[in-house]
């Protein structure tokens, strides 16, 4: 009797042990998998996460230690998906694959009247709002998209606004004249260049001279180009 007790004294204190291990990897694959979330979406608020092994983990399986988790790009961008874990130990490496899911709310930026092409983005045109954070094929803006970023196309009241929906702001726009500078040696010559292309500075783009003549020009402000020829 003396000899059963202390048997369900050690079992059960292994089992403690292995349950707290459990546990605290699984906080650890928690927290990574939030932090995953987070580095692409400041605004989500996450509630909960839960994750379940796809099949049953091989016994001494807290001996191992979590190397790497991979999550897809795909599943990022959904509430809910697989990913997995590479785990080691002094001798041998193995990966297991794991379900989650992930409760919370993500801030987005909604348009709150019709938009029209190349119409600075700010917030006479939209307005923020929380919604449930399940399916987001494509990432919302923020507010370091206001100002300097202008919509793409015409953009309907009521829609979420997304990086596929902006651009930043043009610094020349196809037909302005713009200041053209060529550098020979010594002699430097400036005259008025029509832009063919549009860009930014730092962009090169094609500029013409009159009806004809057409150069390959760098932007380097809002309003002049350095011919490059």
Do not use: W
């Not at 059960?12 to 928690?30: G, M, P, R, V, Y």
């Amino acid at each position: 009797m003396l000899f059963l007790r202390k048997y369900i004294v050690v079992f059960l204190i292994l089992f403690s042990c292995s349950l707290k291990a459990d546990t605290a990897q699984n906080n650890i694959i928690k927290t990574a998998i939030e932090n995953k979330f987070l580095e692409i979406y400041p605004t989500l608020s996450i509630s909960e996460v839960t994750i379940k092994p796809l099949g049953k983990m091989p016994k001494k399986f807290q001996n191992y230690q979590i190397d790497t988790i991979f999550l897809s790009h795909s599943s990022l961008k959904r509430n809910h998906g697989t990913f997995s874990i590479l785990y080691t130990n002094s001798k041998k490496k193995k990966k297991r694959f794991f379900k989650f899911h992930l409760d919370g709310t993500i801030g987005v930026y909604v348009s709150q009247r019709n938009i029209k092409r190349a119409q600075a983005i700010n917030n006479n045109y939209v307005i923020y709002k929380e919604i449930p954070f399940k399916n987001i094929p494509t990432l919302p803006i923020s507010q370091k998209h206001f100002y300097d970023y202008e919509s793409k196309r015409s953009i309907k009241e009521g829609k979420i606004i997304t990086i596929s929906d902006v651009r930043r702001i043009l610094d020349i726009k196809r037909g302005a004249l713009v200041d053209g500078t060529l550098y020979d040696g010594a002699v430097v010559l400036t005259f008025k260049v029509k832009a063919i292309e549009e860009g930014h500075i730092g962009d090169i783009i094609k500029v013409k001279r009159g009806h004809y003549k057409k150069f390959n020009a760098l932007i380097t402000s809002k309003n002049s180009v350095d011919i490059i020829e």
